[in-house]
């Protein structure tokens, strides 16, 4: 088992331990102290705006009101007007940093990986996927307390994973492991079953995920396709996917940071790196979010080196980023052009997911204008 932190506080005047879970990594909380049905929402406002975290003990379903009430305080609190959509972003990670901070106080104690609160559900299948079935641990530890939101977030995947999201290209369903992106937006899987293949028969997919470009690509006619990802946990959950929808024969998975190891090539790369270059706070933020452009700039500068003669790699990329004001058109194109890569052809489709219509966001301004595009790159001549 790989070793966690371990938490430690008073209760009815005895010291307690136990094993300490953060998704995010985030150390154990230094002040703990005991809640339950009786605690009032405005109290352990204070309490967690403080830094003071809570252990429940008392109803499940009221651990879960008490939490709610908390976020509604938290998202109450007024902040001032942006000047340009570039604060407005900003302001907008500033604040759920601080909403995730807060909302994380509520701590919840784990049995085996049981929760034994009044009205608890199961939750046991759901911390197992989580915590095991991704190798973090080779098993759940007899005492383990983390917040009531990561174990909330833990049972929605659970949930989610399940059952699965419908892929029109596939015809079937994609099931995301908890902690890996789900591909809940179609628009950029319509780009990628629609795109010209000009007769080839093998590709990478540079950031499997839940492996969903790879089983669209195999369904389209290539023979050989080779996924990657950084994530055992990604792996582990591509894995499944392609089991589940009988392709084994044609792809294959290896953990590598970008490209495979090796001299290996392939008529076609595909990557859909994180659209925002920006700090990711949390794990499941990498998909979101690539620091600097740092995968980005990566998989330009090595594609050509990876790419059979005659072939092409498909970058799939929105262009968010340039509305908020973190990275420019003309910065994108210079970035192509040095990599020793040209455009072939822009393939765009603008967005359907909800966020995009939806003018209470902060970023709606930006989300409204936003196009995703699959862009055809060849090595320069």
């Given at each position: 088992?790989?070793?966690?932190?371990?938490?430690?506080?008073?209760?009815?005047?005895?010291?307690?331990?136990?094993?300490?879970?953060s998704?995010?990594?985030?150390?154990?909380?230094?002040?703990?102290?005991?809640?339950?049905?009786?605690?009032?929402?405005?109290?352990?406002?204070?309490?967690?705006?403080?830094?003071?975290?809570?252990?429940?003990?008392?109803?499940?379903?009221?651990?879960?009101?008490?939490?709610?009430?908390?976020?509604r305080?938290?998202?109450?609190?007024?902040?001032?007007?942006?000047?340009?959509?570039?604060?407005?972003?900003?302001?907008?990670?500033?604040?759920?940093?601080?909403?995730?901070?807060?909302?994380?106080?509520?701590?919840?104690?784990?049995?085996?990986?049981?929760?034994?609160?009044?009205?608890?559900?199961?939750?046991?299948e759901?911390?197992?996927?989580?915590?095991?079935?991704?190798?973090?641990?080779?098993?759940?530890?007899?005492?383990l307390?983390?917040s009531?939101r990561?174990?909330?977030?833990?049972?929605?995947?659970?949930?989610?994973?399940?059952?699965?999201?419908?892929?029109?290209?596939?015809?079937?369903?994609?099931?995301?492991?908890y902690?890996?992106?789900?591909?809940?937006?179609?628009?950029?899987l319509?780009?990628?079953?629609?795109?010209?293949?000009?007769?080839a028969?093998?590709?990478?997919?540079i950031?499997?995920?839940?492996?969903?470009?790879?089983?669209?690509?195999?369904?389209?006619?290539?023979?050989?396709?080779?996924?990657?990802?950084?994530?055992?946990?990604?792996?582990?959950?591509?894995?499944?996917?392609?089991?589940?929808?009988?392709?084994?024969?044609?792809?294959?998975?290896?953990?590598?940071?970008?490209?495979?190891?090796?001299?290996?090539?392939?008529?076609?790369?595909?990557?859909?790196?994180?659209?925002?270059?920006?700090?990711?706070?949390?794990?499941?933020?990498?998909?979101?979010?690539?620091?600097?452009?740092?995968?980005?700039?990566?998989?330009?500068?090595?594609?050509?080196?990876?790419?059979?003669?005659?072939?092409?790699?498909?970058?799939?990329?929105?262009?968010?980023?340039?509305?908020?004001?973190?990275?420019?058109?003309?910065?994108?194109?210079?970035?192509?052009?040095?990599?020793?890569?040209t455009?072939?052809?822009?393939?765009d489709?603008?967005?359907?997911?909800?966020?995009?219509?939806?003018?209470s966001?902060?970023?709606?301004?930006?989300?409204?204008?936003?196009?995703?595009?699959?862009?055809?790159?060849?090595?320069?001549?």
């Amino acid at each position: 088992m790989n070793a966690l932190s371990t938490l430690a506080w008073q209760e009815k005047n005895k010291p307690q331990q136990a094993d300490w879970q953060s998704e995010a990594g985030n150390p154990p909380p230094k002040t703990i102290v005991i809640a339950d049905d009786t605690t009032k929402a405005d109290e352990a406002y204070k309490l967690a705006c403080e830094g003071t975290a809570m252990l429940y003990r008392g109803d499940f379903q009221n651990a879960k009101q008490l939490l709610q009430a908390i976020t509604r305080r938290v998202d109450r609190k007024p902040h001032k007007p942006a000047e340009t959509m570039l604060e407005a972003f900003h302001q907008h990670r500033a604040r759920q940093i601080q909403r995730a901070n807060i909302t994380n106080k509520i701590l919840i104690e784990l049995q085996h990986g049981k929760c034994d609160l009044k009205r608890a559900p199961e939750v046991k299948e759901a911390v197992e996927g989580a915590l095991i079935i991704n190798t973090k641990l080779d098993k759940v530890p007899a005492k383990l307390v983390l917040s009531l939101r990561e174990l909330l977030g833990m049972i929605g995947a659970h949930e989610w994973r399940k059952k699965g999201v419908f892929i029109d290209a596939l015809q079937a369903n994609i099931h995301a492991h908890y902690g890996v992106y789900s591909p809940v937006r179609g628009e950029y899987l319509e780009l990628i079953n629609n795109a010209p293949l000009n007769d080839a028969k093998t590709a990478f997919d540079i950031g499997t995920g839940t492996g969903v470009i790879a089983a669209i690509l195999v369904t389209r006619g290539i023979k050989k396709v080779l996924g990657t990802d950084n994530s055992v946990r990604a792996l582990n959950c591509a894995a499944d996917n392609i089991k589940q929808l009988g392709l084994m024969p044609y792809i294959e998975l290896e953990q590598a940071n970008l490209f495979p190891s090796g001299s290996k090539k392939a008529d076609l790369i595909v990557c859909n790196p994180p659209w925002l270059p920006a700090k990711a706070n949390a794990p499941i933020e990498h998909a979101i979010y690539d620091p600097n452009s740092q995968m980005l700039k990566g998989f330009l500068n090595g594609v050509k080196h990876h790419l059979n003669e005659g072939g092409e790699a498909w970058l799939i990329m929105s262009d968010l980023a340039e509305h908020i004001g973190l990275r420019s058109q003309e910065e994108l194109q210079k970035w192509i052009a040095d990599a020793g890569l040209t455009v072939l052809e822009k393939l765009d489709i603008a967005p359907r997911h909800a966020k995009s219509s939806d003018q209470s966001d902060p970023l709606y301004e930006a989300r409204v204008l936003e196009i995703t595009s699959l862009y055809r790159l060849k090595e320069k001549v």
